[in-house]
């Protein structure tokens, strides 16, 4: 089951990119491919020594602009495909660092699945302890948890409100049923981030390469869902851990997302991970256009209610500006809001 890793970095990440890849060597990795989407120059010098450490062991293709997640992990796995010796591929964020016995686990796991034509309809995924929904959906048998049930807008449907503020009210979180499944290793989710991603090379055939036009966020779930489109699975292995170095800006954040979003300073960041979100429920998620533009108006009336008295006026402004561009499909990079 020879095995490439393939990890994008960019901006001045190499430190944390360096102990993923060192890890990688510790596990015995086949052969790991970096796509540099151009880092700062101290950060892309450093690779380049790195490069001619383990030249037998790492490639690096370096870009002269930073495309985004969706077209770096592309041009990863189309990479690693020039390989004939590449049988599977794993699919890690920079700030990705594998527990010893993640890559071994994955590879068991798949050797003991029964299913018919694995190869072209399966993915497994490592998990990420900070990202505890994927984790809940496992426990609780809810694969649809990590996107959330039909005709949502973002995080908020109006069928959730009840249940929602009874616990508010409550202060209490109900806790049922998850310690039947307590002692679950694995289970199928609906999608998955890009970091964890195991799969074999012939699933390429069924859904193809990231989408650009995504540019930034989303892009990962878009891209694994079109696994269970196609009538296949994602497994999500709970024993398969890889640690997030550096924690994404979404777990950090507390309070409620639309609290943040009024109040985000980081437009690029907000511009995509709505416009996006917003393109990906109208083409997947939507079966009720009245229940969704329902969500949608409540939803945008909040976080509005919020920013104006906080004159983020700019956020609502982008805000709508991604909204309607999610709406009607305008995609690919916004020369506003370029990395």
């Known amino acids: 089951m020879k095995t490439f890793a393939i990890i994008v970095t960019y901006g001045n990440r190499f430190l944390l990119l360096r102990k993923v890849v060192l890890e990688l060597l510790n596990i015995k990795i086949d052969k790991i491919v970096i796509v540099d989407n151009k880092s700062e120059k101290e950060s892309a010098d450093q690779l380049i020594k790195l490069r001619k450490e383990y030249k037998s062991i790492i490639e690096v293709v370096s870009l002269n602009e930073n495309t985004g997640s969706a077209k770096g992990y592309a041009i990863g796995i189309r990479k690693a495909l020039e390989y004939s010796d590449c049988e599977f591929i794993w699919l890690l964020d920079d700030d990705n660092k594998p527990d010893e016995n993640a890559l071994s686990v994955l590879k068991e796991f ?17 998990h990420r302890k900070d990202r505890q929904i994927y984790k809940d959906a496992v426990i609780k048998n809810n694969p649809q948890l ?17 249940s929602f503020l009874r616990n508010r009210i409550v202060k209490k979180i109900k806790k049922s049923n998850i310690s039947v499944y307590s002692e679950k290793t694995a289970g199928e989710v609906y999608a998955v981030p890009y970091g964890g991603m195991f799969f074999n090379k012939d699933l390429i055939d069924l859904i193809g390469y990231p989408d650009e036009k995504l540019y930034l966020y989303v892009d990962d779930h878009e891209y694994s869902y079109r696994i269970i489109k196609k009538g296949g699975a994602i497994w999500l292995l709970l024993n398969s851990t890889i640690r997030d170095i ?53 939803y945008s009336l909040i976080v509005v209610g919020i920013a104006l008295p906080n004159f983020k006026f700019k956020n609502i402004r982008i805000y709508c500006i991604a909204l309607l561009h999610g709406l009607t499909g305008k995609m690919g990079i916004n020369k506003n809001y370029e990395l």
Request: aromatic content about 12%.
């Open 246 to 298: 550096d924690q994404s800006w979404h777990v950090q954040a507390k309070g409620f997302a639309v609290n943040r979003i009024a109040k985000d300073t980081n437009h690029i960041r907000l511009y995509y991970s709505i416009r996006n979100r917003v393109y990906f429920e109208r083409n997947e998620l939507v079966t009720n256009r009245v229940v969704y533009y329902l969500n949608m108006i409540i």
């Open 110 to 126: 798949w050797r003991d699945l029964k299913v018919q034509n694995k190869n072209e309809r399966v993915c497994l995924a490592s």
């Open 146 to 162: 990590v996107l959330g049930r039909k005709n949502i807008f973002r995080a908020f449907h109006i069928a959730n409100m009840p």
